[in-house]
């Protein structure tokens, strides 16, 4: 696609950035098949290719309107179109240069920039644990709109971590903790310990580490995302360069991994970083990823339990899983649900759309309500086809957001297997 940018872009780095990703585009429209928000709305606009061409305009000077704003907000940022674009367009990077010019140019109303600003400020916040407890004890008051994203019930009590005194294997590896995951459900943080101290492993969490920068980044705070790149990178470092390094990042918020590996473009321009950047990313692992490399002391500690059945599950590929992280997909079974049949679970999958997005995209769901809603019911009326007595994934916001919409339990696929070894 010919683009022509405006004087004030031709020398920006989000200029060059946009360029470059617009040239790719042939205007093709085949991204716009398997939007989520195009299929709900069918809305042009709404899809890939129109946002492309709204942005393209913002980008060789036409000044944003406030349908421009809202039409990139109704991006839910699945990727899903870069997985069928035959061109390869980075989309995401598009997105990510482009928001911020419209923002800068379009004011929000004031209610809508101070709930942006309240999640950009309390989500990767230590305070959002307490914040949550408080709202579940006056969750009978609150709008409704902001009712559903508070469970009704605070969480079980999290298994215990391995004792540090016992579990001293020489292995190790770095955990991110993230930060809503352990308030919202402090289950998978435990689990993943504890699969890692039964093969091996000692998992370690950088006490300084924050945020990965995922909700700054994907609400236009580019600024604010790189901050928390770089103060992860500092609290990670000296696992990374110790005399008995860590063997990998692990990140068990397939979201979170999907933001940390792009770490590296992220930071690409800052010098102090770039390299440092560079590196994290590339040993940022989804334990998926791992899982082939544990089947066999996985397979020894579940040989008796395999007899008597380890149950059925129906798995959710998240769309950063799929498409952002490539570990799965339509055509071909990804690394979680070949590894779990292998082990012996009965793994099931939607038959119909089952690498749809399910609507949660992190703050999305609290951002567009409505839309959310509408691809969640979609989801789930997927995945209650293959009758499911549980559904696994692989990401937070995706197992959250599935749970408020049905009495079937929604786990991560690692407290599943942690209970499955714990039996």
Same mark, same amino acid.
């Given at each position: 696609?010919?683009?022509?940018?405006?004087?004030?872009?031709?020398?920006?780095?989000?200029?060059?950035?946009?360029?470059?990703?617009?040239?790719?585009?042939?205007?093709?429209?085949?991204?716009?098949?398997?939007?989520?928000?195009?299929?709900?709305?069918?809305?042009? %606009?709404?899809?890939?290719?129109? $946002?492309?061409?709204?942005?393209?305009?913002?980008?060789?000077?036409?000044?944003?309107? $406030?349908?421009?704003?809202?039409? %990139?907000?109704?991006?839910?940022?699945?990727?899903?179109?870069?997985?069928?674009?035959?061109? =390869?367009?980075?989309?995401?990077? +598009? +997105?990510?240069?482009?928001?911020?010019?419209?923002?800068?140019?379009?004011?929000?109303?004031?209610?809508?920039?101070?709930?942006?600003?309240?999640?950009?400020?309390?989500?990767?916040?230590?305070?959002?644990?307490?914040?949550?407890?408080?709202?579940?004890?006056?969750?009978?008051?609150?709008?409704?709109?902001?009712?559903?994203?508070?469970?009704?019930?605070?969480?079980?009590?999290?298994?215990?971590?391995?004792?540090?005194?016992?579990?001293?294997?020489?292995?190790?590896?770095?955990?991110?903790?993230?930060?809503?995951?352990?308030?919202?459900?402090?289950?998978? @943080?435990?689990?993943?310990? $504890?699969?890692?101290?039964?093969?091996?492993?000692?998992?370690?969490?950088?006490?300084?580490?924050?945020?990965?920068?995922?909700?700054?980044?994907?609400?236009?705070?580019?600024?604010?995302?790189?901050?928390?790149?770089?103060?992860?990178?500092?609290?990670?470092?000296?696992?990374?360069?110790?005399?008995?390094?860590?063997?990998?990042? +692990?990140?068990?918020?397939? =979201?979170?991994?999907?933001?940390?590996? @792009?770490?590296?473009?992220?930071?690409? @321009?800052?010098?102090?970083?770039?390299?440092?950047?560079?590196?994290?990313?590339?040993?940022?692992? @989804?334990?998926?990823?791992?899982?082939?490399?544990?089947?066999?002391?996985?397979? $020894?500690?579940?040989?008796?339990?395999?007899?008597?059945?380890?149950?059925?599950?129906?798995?959710?590929?998240?769309?950063?899983?799929?498409?952002?992280?490539?570990?799965?997909?339509?055509?071909?079974?990804?690394?979680?649900?070949?590894?779990?049949?292998?082990?012996?679970?009965?793994?099931? %999958?939607?038959?119909?759309?089952?690498?749809?997005?399910?609507?949660?995209?992190?703050?999305?769901?609290?951002?567009?309500?409505?839309?959310?809603?509408?691809?969640?019911?979609?989801?789930?009326?997927?995945?209650?086809?293959?009758?499911?007595?549980?559904?696994?994934?692989?990401?937070?916001?995706?197992?959250?957001?599935?749970?408020?919409?049905?009495?079937?339990?929604?786990?991560?696929?690692?407290?599943?297997?942690?209970?499955?070894?714990?039996?």
């Amino acid at each position: 696609m010919q683009t022509q940018l405006a004087p004030e872009h031709q020398s920006t780095p989000e200029g060059r950035k946009a360029q470059e990703v617009l040239r790719q585009c042939v205007h093709c429209g085949f991204c716009n098949a398997t939007c989520p928000t195009y299929r709900v709305t069918g809305n042009e %606009l709404d899809g890939p290719r129109g $946002r492309i061409y709204l942005m393209k305009q913002v980008f060789e000077g036409q000044a944003p309107t $406030r349908t421009t704003q809202t039409h %990139l907000d109704h991006c839910i940022g699945c990727r899903h179109c870069e997985s069928t674009c035959p061109s =390869g367009v980075q989309y995401h990077e +598009l +997105l990510a240069v482009g928001q911020p010019v419209v923002d800068a140019q379009v004011e929000r109303p004031w209610r809508e920039r101070l709930l942006r600003k309240g999640l950009m400020t309390l989500m990767p916040s230590p305070w959002f644990a307490p914040a949550l407890k408080l709202g579940q004890a006056v969750r009978p008051l609150l709008p409704a709109a902001l009712r559903e994203h508070v469970p009704a019930r605070p969480p079980m009590a999290a298994p215990a971590w391995p004792d540090p005194r016992k579990s001293l294997h020489a292995r190790r590896m770095l955990l991110l903790k993230g930060c809503v995951q352990p308030g919202l459900r402090p289950h998978i @943080d435990a689990s993943t310990a $504890r699969v890692l101290d039964a093969i091996g492993i000692r998992a370690v969490v950088a006490s300084s580490s924050t945020c990965c920068g995922a909700v700054q980044g994907h609400l236009g705070d580019l600024e604010g995302a790189k901050d928390r790149a770089r103060r992860n990178i500092d609290a990670w470092w000296p696992y990374i360069e110790s005399p008995t390094p860590v063997e990998a990042l +692990l990140i068990n918020a397939s =979201g979170c991994g999907a933001w940390v590996k @792009d770490y590296g473009s992220l930071l690409a @321009d800052d010098p102090a970083y770039a390299d440092k950047a560079s590196r994290v990313a590339a040993m940022a692992r @989804d334990p998926g990823e791992m899982l082939a490399g544990w089947m066999p002391q996985l397979k $020894r500690k579940l040989a008796k339990k395999v007899q008597t059945g380890l149950g059925a599950v129906t798995f959710h590929p998240p769309c950063s899983l799929s498409h952002a992280q490539k570990l799965s997909s339509a055509a071909k079974p990804g690394p979680i649900e070949s590894g779990l049949r292998e082990l012996g679970f009965e793994v099931k %999958l939607a038959m119909q759309d089952s690498h749809q997005c399910c609507g949660a995209g992190g703050a999305y769901s609290v951002l567009q309500p409505e839309l959310s809603k509408q691809l969640r019911d979609l989801k789930l009326k997927a995945l209650q086809a293959t009758e499911p007595q549980l559904i696994a994934s692989a990401n937070i916001g995706c197992i959250v957001h599935l749970q408020a919409g049905t009495n079937t339990p929604v786990k991560h696929w690692l407290e599943v297997l942690d209970e499955a070894l714990s039996r």
